[in-house]
């Protein structure tokens, strides 16, 4: 879940107490401290909190400044963070956290660092949740009835009700108490959103002028100073730019390649091409508030009319996989039984028809004296030569049909405003990118329409809100599954978006940084262990 993403699962464990030492040092792993790691980003972050981020340029930014109770490791594995040990009631409603006592904050300018505290965890709770702090978490921990401070190294949660892989959702980033400016609610206007600070590997130094992020090491780490001394983080309006810039030595990583750009990049030996299985996919949302895409016949007509496989080839190098619901492929929800719709503009024309459809003098579709003619928004940011071509194609797609598209580039705050905030958009081309919970509440559940909601689309189906909310109840992992199948073959059919692909994803990087994991949805999550040999070092 964007945030163009969502946002760990797994089974519950007993975790072993994690022995905590007077002050963070070195980690004494025989790797080599120093070193500068300058990486690529495809546009850049709205903001840098991990509450009020839904973007997957913020998620991996937030990764470096931040820790939460408890994390996942390389093996997939729930491990000690923030929190040493933790209690789990047999009855599934009581978690008490007992917290590290050797974890302090990054220091604001001019300030001692603030040791972390459980009023720092209550803290965020209760500003994630509050009703006026808009967030795509909120939905995730709805399941929560209370926390409570049971000294300065504890707390304790208790469920409204018990639900699978409870212990993976204290995943949460905890922020300080003291660091928003209004202790109730957080805003995108709050200063702590664009200057935040953690207990993480990295600590934010300042913003450029050219809107780099500088993150430095952050000295006393709970897990030991990272060996990499300062990551920057600098974004590109141009893939093929980023690309270019990362062959002439000017980045040392890549997140996410274009995929046209695969061969270049492979063929040369300073560089690793490393791929990840992010759970992901790219789609085409429709604007329900406007009654010429209410009438799901349109909506299935316009799937019908666009090639998916053609611009699968022609775009990606067929590096990727046609999709047909709202679930990723790779995850333990996905309907393999629902096929995508297939390719058929003949199909596309009669269900127009049965909308009440026909043709113009100029060939555009109308009906009641209004032409089915649409607004296409993009982000400047995303004007790739990729992300061009799949629009104009779109565009090209449904002309063929009797649609008229007009593409429009918007700057990337405003085309968030239009999408996210005033809703003014007939259709958008966005990707999604999941954990595996598989929790799409936030994209399609009637509850989550509004501003700075997921659900910018207006979408709301009776029924799917109740599979919803019965997939969240459930402690039944195969009766969860068999709802999410139901779920999948109703939007499948449904059609709030034209489902297109899930791509392989690879980064590159040179080879100079090694031991480099990468974590398939936050990305960063194991970069403290990452180092460049000090013969290596700028």
Request: no cysteine.
């Amino acid at each position: 879940m964007t945030r163009t993403s969502l946002v760990v699962l797994l089974s519950l464990a007993t975790a072993l107490t994690v022995p905590a030492g007077s002050q963070a040092e070195s980690k004494k792993d025989g790797r080599s401290d120093g070193g500068i790691l300058g990486y690529g980003e495809y546009g850049r972050p709205a903001t840098l909190d991990p509450i009020t981020s839904n973007e997957m340029i913020s998620v991996r930014i937030t990764e470096l400044v931040f820790n939460g109770l408890v994390a996942i490791d390389e093996k997939q594995e729930i491990v000690p963070d923030l929190a040493e040990r933790w209690e789990a009631s047999k009855d599934g409603r009581t978690y008490a956290f007992f917290l590290r006592k050797d974890v302090t904050w990054h220091p604001k300018e001019g300030e001692e660092a603030r040791p972390f505290t459980a009023d720092d965890v209550v803290f965020t709770y209760n500003i994630m949740m509050h009703p006026k702090t808009i967030t795509p978490l909120k939905v995730r921990y709805e399941f929560i009835e209370k926390v409570e401070k049971l000294g300065d190294d504890a707390v304790q949660f208790t469920l409204k009700r018990p639900i699978l892989n409870a212990l993976a959702k204290f995943s949460f980033k905890v922020i300080p108490k003291h660091g928003p400016s209004n202790p109730l609610y957080l805003t995108r206007e709050d200063p702590f959103v664009q200057h935040p600070i953690g207990t993480g590997p990295y600590i934010l130094r300042n913003i450029t002028a050219d809107r780099e992020v500088i993150l430095v090491a952050n000295e006393k780490y709970l897990r030991g100073r990272p060996h990499i001394d300062k990551f920057i983080a600098k974004p590109f309006a141009d893939q093929n730019i980023m690309s270019q810039a990362l062959m002439f030595n000017a980045i040392d990583m890549i997140v996410l390649v274009n995929p046209r750009d695969l061969p270049e990049i492979q063929g040369d030996k300073r560089f690793v091409l490393q791929p990840y299985n992010a759970l992901s996919y790219a789609f085409f949302s429709y604007n329900l508030r406007n009654p010429l895409l209410a009438d799901k016949r349109v909506r299935r007509a316009f799937t019908h009319a666009v090639n998916r496989e053609e611009m699968l080839e022609a775009f990606f190098n067929k590096q990727g996989t046609i999709i047909s619901g709202p679930f990723a492929p790779g995850s333990w929800a996905y309907n393999l039984d629902v096929q995508p719709l297939p390719f058929d503009p003949q199909r596309a024309i009669a269900l127009l028809n049965e909308a009440g459809f026909t043709p113009g003098p100029d060939g555009v579709m109308q009906k009641d004296g209004k032409k089915l003619s649409l607004s296409l928004k993009v982000p400047i940011e995303k004007e790739s030569e990729a992300v061009k071509r799949v629009v104009l194609a779109f565009q090209n797609y449904l002309k063929n049909v009797g649609v008229a598209v007009r593409v429009e580039f918007k700057e990337w705050q405003a085309w968030k405003a239009d999408v996210f905030l005033e809703h003014n958009f007939d259709i958008i081309l966005a990707s999604w990118v999941f954990d595996d919970s598989a929790d799409i509440s936030s994209l399609f559940h009637s509850a989550e329409i509004g501003a700075w909601k997921n659900n910018f689309g207006g979408y709301s189906n009776p029924e799917v809100d109740g599979l919803i909310v019965e997939s969240k109840l459930t402690l039944d992992h195969e009766k969860r599954r068999t709802i999410n199948r139901k779920l999948h073959a109703l939007l499948a059919d449904e059609a709030p978006y034209t489902f297109l692909w899930t791509l392989t994803n690879y980064s590159a990087y040179h080879k100079k940084v090694r031991r480099v994991a990468i974590h398939p949805y936050k990305f960063f999550s194991f970069a403290d262990e990452w180092f460049v040999p000090e013969s290596e070092q700028k």
